[in-house]
């Protein structure tokens, strides 16, 4: 652990950095199903507003990547972090859907800029062996903000629905200010244009705008996990978008309920990155661990349909953020292995594919959950099973490839 040991003040940096940023956008979950409702939100609208974060970020997140491989992380990180305060500020004052909407998408370009950058900066100062640990500590520090942030949300409504997204505000300039003052630069924006243009013809990265740099990522040795990371972006946005609203609608939970099961519901997920997940990939390796996961997701978001007590469902919740928790820094952890020189171009990709995932199924979650209140969570049940024989099939393509080679 020689190179965590060295650079642990950067990385328990970043891992504060993202809990006050995650913490603040817990604050908002359980009182969202309220707020959309004093404003006369429909479950399409809603679905909209989560697609227009992802779209923003799916546009901005190449771009992104690529800006932290130039100017470095930390000033790419810090600029995401004013952009989140002014999004959540610009939310908490909204009295139209239009305000709503522009404030979302400002979200999304924050969301494209910072986790890019954090991701490229934990793998700068990580070894291979090392990379396991590493992602799962920062998103550890994500889960974190989320098992904090729900139950602070639900407490600081009481003062008034619109507080949280005040209260996220001030955690995003707060986390900007930390990240000024005490991190430090992984590599100056003069030895990355340096590496560029030392880089090997081999491992020449693409260049253009983000469509151009989609079209070259079929080429990479990554790109079967951009596929992967699309369709289980899209299946899990169709439970995670419309949670809030499927408990407020089918059962009458307030805000109250709601930030009960995500803060207990993330609670494993968080131990388990911090204390195990290392160990778990090297025991079982990404390919099975992501198979595993996906198909237990899949089962249980099926299983929530025939729920009728609160203890079931959270039963049920805390297995599925359990599986999702682990399955994420897991696909990063095996993306961020390949990626070798190119990390934040790479982890702006991988930002990307999710972001186009996660527009298409709040969108479609939206409109079926104002058909039929359980059509969500179906689709989302057949995606996650699609995903889980995608990741099968990827497993075994990748083994005949290998003793072809050899």
């Known amino acids: 652990m020689t190179v965590l040991l060295k650079n642990r003040g950067a990385l328990l940096l970043l891992m504060m950095n993202l809990f006050?940023?995650?913490?603040?956008?817990?604050?908002?979950?359980?009182?969202?199903?309220?707020?959309?409702?004093?404003?006369?939100?429909?479950?399409?609208?809603?679905?909209?507003?989560?697609?227009?974060?992802?779209?923003?970020?799916?546009?901005?997140?190449?771009?992104?990547?690529?800006?932290?491989?130039r100017f470095g992380r930390k000033r790419i990180i810090v600029l995401g972090m004013l952009v989140f305060a002014l999004s959540e500020w610009?939310?908490?004052?909204?009295?139209?859907?239009?305000?709503?909407?522009?404030?979302?998408?400002?979200?999304?370009?924050?969301?494209?800029?910072?986790?890019?950058?954090?991701?490229?900066?934990?793998?700068?100062?990580?070894?291979?062996?090392?990379?396991?640990?590493?992602?799962?500590f920062i998103n550890a520090s994500i889960t974190t903000g989320f098992i904090i942030g729900p139950g602070l949300g639900g407490y600081i409504a009481k003062f008034g629905l619109r507080v949280p997204f005040y209260s996220a505000a001030v955690a995003g300039?707060?986390?900007?200010?930390?990240?000024?003052?005490?991190?430090?630069?992984?590599?100056?924006?003069?030895?990355?244009?340096?590496?560029?243009a030392s880089e090997a013809p081999s491992r020449k990265e693409p260049q253009g705008n983000l469509f151009t740099q989609l079209r070259y990522?079929?080429?990479?040795?990554?790109f079967i996990s951009l596929v992967l990371v699309f369709v289980m972006s899209f299946g899990l946005a169709n439970f995670e978008t419309i949670f809030g609203l499927f408990v407020d609608h089918k059962f009458g939970f307030g805000p109250d309920d709601i930030a009960f099961i995500l803060t207990f519901g993330s609670i494993a997920g968080a131990v388990i990155q911090v204390t195990a997940f290392s160990w778990i990939l090297k025991r079982f390796g990404e390919k099975r661990v992501i198979s595993t996961?996906?198909?237990?997701?899949?089962?249980f978001i099926l299983?929530?349909?025939?729920?009728?007590?609160?203890w079931l469902i959270f039963a049920f919740t805390f297995i599925i953020f359990l599986a999702t928790d682990i399955l994420r820094p897991t696909i990063s952890t095996e993306m961020s292995m390949l990626a070798k020189d190119q990390q934040g171009y790479v982890a702006g990709l991988n930002s990307a594919f999710t972001?186009?995932?996660?527009?298409?199924?709040?969108?479609?979650?939206?409109?079926?959950?104002d058909a039929n209140v359980?059509?969500?969570?179906?689709?989302?049940?057949?995606?996650?099973?699609?995903?889980?024989?995608?990741?099968?099939r990827t497993g075994k393509l990748r083994r005949q490839k290998t003793a072809t080679t050899v």
């Open 90 to 136: 610009l939310f908490g004052i909204a009295t139209d859907t239009l305000l709503l909407f522009v404030a979302r998408m400002l979200g999304g370009v924050s969301g494209a800029m910072i986790m890019p950058a954090v991701m490229a900066y934990a793998a700068d100062v990580t070894t291979k062996d090392e990379r396991a640990a590493g992602m799962g």
């Open 173 to 196: 300039i707060l986390a900007a200010v930390i990240t000024l003052l005490f991190l430090r630069e992984v590599r100056s924006a003069s030895e990355s244009a340096s590496e560029s």
């Open 303 to 310: 299983l929530v349909l025939f729920a009728h007590t609160f």
């Open 217 to 222: 990522s079929y080429r990479e040795p990554y």
């Open 355 to 369: 972001s186009l995932g996660n527009i298409i199924g709040p969108i479609v979650a939206g409109v079926l959950l």
């Open 20 to 69: 006050l940023v995650f913490t603040g956008i817990g604050l908002i979950v359980p009182i969202l199903p309220k707020f959309m409702t004093e404003l006369g939100v429909t479950g399409s609208i809603a679905g909209l507003l989560v697609a227009a974060f992802s779209l923003t970020q799916f546009l901005f997140s190449p771009l992104a990547g690529r800006l932290a491989d």
């Open 374 to 392: 359980n059509a969500p969570y179906v689709l989302a049940s057949v995606i996650l099973l699609l995903s889980f024989f995608l990741s099968l």
């Open 293 to 299: 996961c996906l198909l237990f997701a899949a089962i």
